[in-house]
Every structure is written in C-alpha cells, then in structure tokens.
C-alpha cells in the first residue's frame, strides 16, 4: 500500500490536486475515507481512477473526487463522488 495523502491545513490544494491525481491515476486501486453526507458518518470505500473520473477544487475550497467505485471483487458499481476526505491509501500499477 502507498498512502497517498493526508490532507493538512497547510497544504496548498492545486498542489494535492496535482500530486493526487498522478498517483491516482498510476495506481490499480485504492481505498478512499472520507464523511459520507448521506449516510452522516465516515465511510472508507474501494475504487479506481481512469479518464472519466477527476480531482479538483469545490466552490466552498473542499478537495472532491470522482471515482470508480469497486466491490471486493473489482466490479463496478458505478461513479461516486467524495468530499470531506480523510486520506486515501492506494496500490500502485505493477512495473514490467
């Protein structure tokens, strides 16, 4: 597992956007924490990042995702938006 990022006060948000979506983009799959506002609680979820999917900066200067969410079995189940993230954890493409 490589860990991603952990969002800090101090970090400026176009470079996490930047570095998240490379990482995103170069790994298999990750794990994404983040606050559920449907749900009202902290949810961690599986997923994968491809072209139609983005990171980028809410109107209310919030980090937000959109991503393909998996099930254990690496099935879709289809795009998910996340907000409020706590970190994302994730495993890198395999080297040849």
Same mark, same amino acid.
């Given at each position: 597992?490589?860990?991603? =990022?952990?969002?800090?006060?101090? #970090?400026? +948000?176009?470079?996490? =956007?930047? &570095? ?11 794990? =994404?924490? @983040?606050?559920?506002? *449907?749900?009202? $609680? $902290?949810?961690?979820? @599986? *997923? ?9 900066? &809410?109107?209310?200067? $919030? +980090?937000?995702? =959109? @991503? $393909?969410?998996?099930?254990?079995? *690496?099935?879709? #189940? *289809?795009?998910?938006?996340? &907000? ?13």
């Amino acid at each position: 597992m490589v860990n991603f =990022i952990n969002i800090g006060q101090d #970090e400026d +948000l176009k470079d996490v =956007i930047s &570095t998240m979506s490379d990482a995103l983009l170069n790994s298999r799959w990750f794990k =994404i924490t @983040y606050f559920h506002k *449907g749900l009202g $609680e $902290e949810v961690t979820r @599986y *997923g994968r990042f491809n072209d139609q999917c983005k990171v980028w900066e &809410t109107k209310k200067g $919030e +980090l937000a995702v =959109i @991503y $393909e969410q998996v099930d254990d079995y *690496g099935n879709t #189940e *289809g795009f998910r938006t996340a &907000t409020q993230i706590e970190h994302i954890h994730g495993k890198r493409k395999a080297v040849h």
